[in-house]
Each structure stands twice: as structure tokens, then as C-alpha cells.
């Protein structure tokens, strides 16, 4: 999703970008929602580096928790509030 839906070589608006998201993961929720879930209990996941890196430029933090912030916004929470 993130190379996808989130990158920056796509302009989509913010709210664009998480109904897209959400029809894209229609089918695989559940597998999603864990997938969520384990990540975010992993306190060794890079957010930064998930964001930015050689595969994936969709948001360039300043930190960790900035990073993680906006994995929280854009992809857990529409899982989560939009049952």
C-alpha cells in the first residue's frame, strides 16, 4: 500500500488516499488488521525507515514518533474506525 496508495509520486488527496486504501484491502481486512496490530507492538519496527527508504517514499519524518504518528493516521486508524 504504501508504494502504492501513499507514495509521493502519486498526488492523492489524504482523504483519496485512505478511500483507496480501503477498497484496495477490502477483501484482505482481517489479514490486515493483523498485520496492523503486530506492528505496532513491535518495538523494533523502524517507522522512519518504513516510510522513506529505497522502495517507498511516502512521508520523509523528522522522527520516530512523527513516522509512527502518520502510519497511525493513514493506515490503522481507517481499519480500525471504519469497520
Known sequence: ???T???????FSEDDAKSLY????ANYRNEYEV???E???DSNI???NMLLNS???VFDAATEDEAKNFVLKMLYEPVFTNV
Open 39 to 41: 506492528a505496532f507492538s
Open 55 to 57: 522502495g517507498n517514499e
Open 35 to 37: 498485520e496492523l496490530e
Open 5 to 11: 496508495v501513499f507514495s509521493n509520486d502519486f498526488s
Open 22 to 25: 480501503l477498497e484496495a484491502i
Open 1 to 3: 500500500m504504501l508504494k
Open 46 to 48: 523502524s517507522w522512519k
